[in-house]
């Protein structure tokens, strides 16, 4: 009788602890991050890590904050995700492109925890994508840059040849060559999202071929450092205002402000109102600000960027708008036509430079 | 294609500035693996020295003290490393790729108050008359004073290997331990000295990167040039002057490929960014006869 009873309270305990941890785990919300650089980079990593501590302030504890920063793209991303979906997380944001894949591949092991993958493509029940409409800022960017520039040369460095750095590539010229038809662009790629010294370098390069405005898509700071030696270099900031460089070189910067979206997702697993959905927001929504344009630039310009920025994000203008040719003088949008988001040739997608840049899309 | 753009003067100039954060690394690995111990934390020991460089610099003004604060710092760690293989006799790769976890969130941790500041200047020095010659003079003499130290240690390393009996000593303790051991050299004593040595010259050349190259602290600015370096020893062979010849080819072809690229040649971007790996690695192999010290790695202790 006795051993029955102590195995039938064991079996009881045993159910009221399985019973017992769900429960315990749903009075906290356990967010997860995936960072592809250290939160101390000063560009794009950092503006995700303010949005993660934003997520903190706004539930208190509510929600509780885990990341693991300088995940390499690969096969490492689906075992530090994957650790996080075993260590109870609930919803994981993974803040790079790279991570696309793996992502796709965890979320399938996971059904019951959300994913949200940044500035790619592939959606699933549990996978939501999200990202912002940077290449409305590139074009205050090309705006500011084709009429600042003395040379006539804009270098560019790049990081990876993906749809969103073409694109940023493309508007930047396109609004460049809007105001400096004389306008030329440098293209370097780094083919590294951060990497301090081969920023430097590039940017290097760059001035020494005569760039006299260095646009950069890689995270860190090294650029503009490298441009403030140069002592006559135009730079803006990437991702994150690097505001520590202005008024010059540093002369505005995109910022990025995940903040809203990611307390809003936060909030729909919390509620359980949460889908997959698929979210890319400009200027207009908050999601891409444009930085404090400096006093370095002359007041008619930074008027006219002004204007730009506010008819881009009212939504009157597109920054992609025809008439408009692919780099082999094909036609890609006829006049008055704006770039579609999706289907054939469209922003989501691109990977083809417009008429008048040299040199090809590495594949 | 508009290689007029493309200037050799300039180009050559920044291949030296490029190489030197490989090169001070390397070359004080070469000293620890030719006294016969593997140290893989290079990484970790150039990133605390890059940021305790940074600090003292921006501390004290003075980007003197800034690397000397570097080598401190890459010293401190190396003993740790040195403590850990030589007395409690840890495996030395495993210890080596803690060391370099361990020195990534140390660093990261020291330079919490110093993001997004700037570092004194380090001016370049204009050698007198020789910096004056046309096209050798801006290419070799008018470097800051680092470059030029980075080259007088593998000189300075060559000459102490090959030509001093501590050299030979060092050297022997790499090659059989036990048998140095039976001639009555101190093994741990001399290791500890090589690694320290290496730590030292791994916090120099992440100093470079975070007071001249860059400059300013980032985390994880050093983004794999410890590993770099740690290759180059190995294709090098263990010899000094190949490890110059290395660093330098793989600090020019890197500087070289991004030139291109701005200038718009029309190879593959994909094979341009592969090339200084490529590069530095064929020519290495080709000319190698190197063979490892034979103790590489190996425990050493006195009762066995």
Same mark, same amino acid.
């Given at each position: ?35 592809? $650089? ?26 509780? =904050? ?27 944001? =993974? ?59 804009? $270098? ?7 749809? @969103?750095?073409?694109? $940023? ?74 505001? @520590? ?31 997959? =959905? ?57 006049? $008055?036509? =704006? ?25 | ?14 291949? !030296? ?8 690394? /390397? ?22 020295? /890059? ?11 003075? &980007? ?16 740790? +490393? ?15 790729? /803690? ?140 010899? &000094? ?8 080819? +793989? ?35 080709? !000319? ?17």
């Amino acid at each position: 009788m006795k051993r029955r009873n102590l195995l039938a309270s064991g079996v009881a305990a045993a159910a009221l602890a399985t019973m017992g941890l769900p429960a315990l785990a749903q009075d906290k919300t356990k967010v997860g991050f995936v960072y592809v $650089g250290p939160v101390g980079d000063g560009g794009w990593t950092y503006e995700h890590d303010q949005a993660r501590q934003a997520v903190e302030a706004e539930f208190g504890d509510a929600v509780e =904050t885990v990341f693991v920063e300088s995940v390499p793209e690969g096969p490492d991303a689906e075992r530090v995700m994957t650790q996080m979906a075993l260590d109870g997380a609930d919803l994981i944001f =993974t803040t790079s492109f790279g991570y696309m894949d793996p992502t796709i591949n965890v979320a399938a092991k996971f059904p019951d925890v959300k994913f949200e993958h940044a500035t790619g493509y592939k959606q699933a029940d549990n996978v939501s994508v999200y990202s912002a409409r940077f290449y409305e800022g590139r074009a205050v960017q090309g705006h500011i840059a084709g009429q600042m520039t003395e040379s006539n040369i804009v $270098g560019y460095i790049a990081s990876f040849p993906i749809p @969103e750095v073409i694109r $940023g590539i493309n508007s930047a010229y396109l609004h460049a060559k809007a105001v400096n038809p004389d306008v030329e662009f440098k293209i370097v790629w780094a083919y590294t999202w951060f990497d301090p010294a081969k920023e430097a370098e590039a940017a290097s390069v760059l001035i020494e071929q005569g760039a006299d405005v260095i646009l950069q898509h890689t995270d860190s700071t090294a650029p503009q450092a490298a441009a403030q030696a140069a002592g006559n270099v135009v730079t803006f900031g990437q991702a994150s205002d690097m505001a @520590e460089f202005g008024p010059f070189p540093r002369v505005s910067s995109i910022i990025d402000d995940w903040a809203p979206y990611y307390i809003a997702r936060t909030q729909a697993v919390m509620d359980g109102t949460w889908t997959s =959905t698929s979210t890319w927001d400009g200027i207009g929504a908050g999601m891409v600000g444009i930085g404090e344009i400096s006093n370095a630039v002359p007041a008619d310009v930074k008027a006219s960027a002004e204007a730009l920025r506010d008819s881009l994000a009212d939504g009157s203008y597109h920054a992609f708008t025809g008439p408009l040719n692919k780099q082999d003088g094909s036609a890609w949008l006829a006049a $008055g036509e =704006t770039a579609s988001d999706y289907g054939d040739d469209s922003l989501a997608g691109m990977n083809f430079y417009l008429e008048g840049i040299e040199g090809d899309v590495p594949n | 294609m508009d290689l007029s753009s493309i200037n050799p003067i300039l180009l050559l100039a920044s291949l !030296m500035v490029a190489a030197t954060p490989i090169l001070l690394a /390397a070359i004080g690995e070469l000293v620890v693996e030719r006294a016969g111990v593997l140290n893989l934390g290079v990484e970790g020991m150039m990133i605390t020295g /890059a940021v305790c460089g940074f600090a003292f610099a921006t501390i004290t003004g003075s &980007p003197w003290l800034g690397f000397v604060a570097a080598a401190l710092g890459g010293a401190a760690l190396s003993l740790l +490393f040195g403590v850990l293989t030589q007395y409690l006799l840890t495996n030395q790769v495993a210890t080596g790729l /803690a060391l370099t976890l361990f020195g990534l969130g140390l660093s990261a941790l020291i330079g919490q108050g110093y993001i997004g500041i700037k570092a004194p200047a380090f001016p370049d020095i204009h050698v007198p008359l020789l910096g004056d010659i046309p096209v050798i003079g801006p290419i070799i003499f008018q470097h800051d004073p680092m470059v030029y130290i980075g080259l007088a240690l593998v000189a300075g390393t060559y000459w102490f290997l090959h030509k001093t009996r501590g050299g030979l000593i060092l050297r022997a303790v790499g090659e059989n331990h036990d048998a140095a051991h039976a001639l009555g050299y101190k093994v741990i004593k001399v290791r500890l000295l090589a690694i320290m040595f290496g730590g030292a010259c791994a916090g120099l050349g992440g100093a470079y990167l975070s007071l001249v190259r860059v400059p300013q602290w980032t985390e994880g600015m050093t983004a794999g040039a410890g590993w770099i370096a740690l290759a180059i020893v190995v294709f090098a062979g263990w010899k &000094p002057w190949r490890l110059l010849l290395g660093a330098y080819l +793989f600090g020019g072809v890197t500087v070289l490929q991004l030139n291109l690229q701005a200038a718009g040649v029309a190879v593959p971007v994909e094979y341009l960014s592969m090339s200084p790996y490529l590069a530095t690695i064929v020519v290495l192999v080709i !000319m190698s006869s190197g063979r490892a010290p034979g103790s590489l790695g190996r425990i050493f202790h006195a009762s066995r």
